[in-house]
């Protein structure tokens, strides 16, 4: 009788463990270069993408930064989102390939209604062939650079990994205007910020499954791997996988809640103290999966582009010598105290045009400022050097060196 209560507890406690693999694609930015479209979509999408994405870390009386009601841009950078997941929505399953995005905190996928060319090319959810779909009857909208996504509020049955979330609220999209949607490679976005941030009236998928009981502890962890295979790596839901990094683990506290907001304390380029150290406060900095980039603000970007010995091209991208990137320096960033360091080789995008490899820098400029500080973009080229853990329970974000990654010496 003990042995089969015991069984009964390690079930539980596996299915309380939730994985999901993360495949990886190229991104949108190197399809659109490659079709000599990258520069027309920029001058189309560029201004202020930055602002509008992450405008909730402003208090509202910052006119400069209104943008309308409470819907931000938080769909440009997904131009450069690598990593990807399956879900599935409705009775029977119909699935969608999702971006598991920290930097937002809706679920939307394409609606069978939807009118867009995007969604043509996408798979749609199909209300009427699902015996457990409710409709909700209210609208949602997200603001991004070149349009407005619209769409409808409906409740569904809703498969994550091993684990179903009842009564979920989820976006139908039955706009989606922006050439940006007609190549991604992703169907829909699953967002993973807190409650704050979302648009849709509702609970968040996470905050759903805390609140069923569905996961061990209120944590999500992301393992993000970089390199030629298709496997991207993956999110867990309910703990870690301890077998992914080295401990100790790193915390920082969430300074605002809505996106993962943290304390930076400055960054150092070489073992030099460069950048967000000259205030007591330090910097901010957001923890974004969504957003393939590192950002940073204008004035510093530019000159760590310079440290980089990196040419500016029309697009705002930087290229880099691919024959010098073993030489580049190495750029750290001090998180409650300690150095989370990446090398040339950790933070150069590498593509290949034409049959020739051509490099460019993992970091870009992002224009507002702020009164608690500069604000930083943490987006997959840092996270993809390190094990990331996002703690609800107790508002907190956990930072570890990868199981078999070799320490950086600077």
Known sequence: MRTGLILLGLLGFVQSLVRVPLSRVPPLRGRLRAAGQLEEFLREHQPDAFSRRYAHCFPPAQHYLRTGGRA?????????????????????????????????????????????????????????????????????????????LQGVMAREQLKVGS??????VFGEAVYEPGFSFVLAHFDGVLGLGFPQLAEEVGSPVFDSMIAQ??????????????????????????????????????????????YWQIRLDGVKVQGALSFCYSSNHGCQAVVDTGTSLIGGPVKDIMLL????????????????????????????????????SLTGE???????????????????????????GAIWI???????????????????????RLAGAAKVIV
Not at 219 to 232: Q, T, V
Not at 311 to 318: K, L
Not at 348 to 371: A, H, T, W, Y
Request: charged residues 20%.
């Open 213 to 258: 009981g569905l996961l061990d502890e209120p944590i999500f962890s992301f393992y993000l791997k970089n390199g030629d295979s298709s496997f991207g790596g993956e999110v867990m839901f309910g703990g870690v996988d301890e077998t992914r990094f080295v401990s100790p683990i790193i915390w920082a506290p969430v300074t605002q809640k809505g």
């Open 346 to 372: 950790q933070y150069v995008r590498r593509e290949m045009l034409n049959n020739k490899e051509i490099c460019f820098s993992g970091f870009q400029s992002i224009d507002f400022p702020s009164p608690a």
């Open 163 to 168: 684990v179903r979330v009842q009564n979920q």
């Open 378 to 400: 943490l987006g997959d080229v840092f996270l993809s050097q390190f094990y990331s853990i996002y703690d609800r329970g107790h508002n907190r974000v956990g930072l570890a």
């Open 305 to 340: 582009q310079q440290f980089l010995g990196g040419t500016p091209t029309v697009a705002g991208e930087y290229l880099l010598d691919c024959a010098r990137i073993r030489s580049l320096p190495v750029v750290s960033f001090m998180i409650n105290g300690v150095e989370f």
């Open 72 to 148: 931000k841009e938080r769909l440009y950078n997904y131009m450069d989102a690598q990593f990807f997941g399956q879900i599935s929505l409705g009775k029977p399953e119909q699935n969608f390939t999702v971006v598991f995005d920290t930097g937002s905190s809706d679920l939307w996928v394409p609606s069978s209604y939807c009118v867009s060319q995007a969604c043509a090319i996408h798979h749609k959810f199909k209300a009427f062939e699902s015996s457990t779909y409710a409709h909700d009857g209210r609208v949602f909208g997200i603001h991004y650079g070149s349009g407005h």
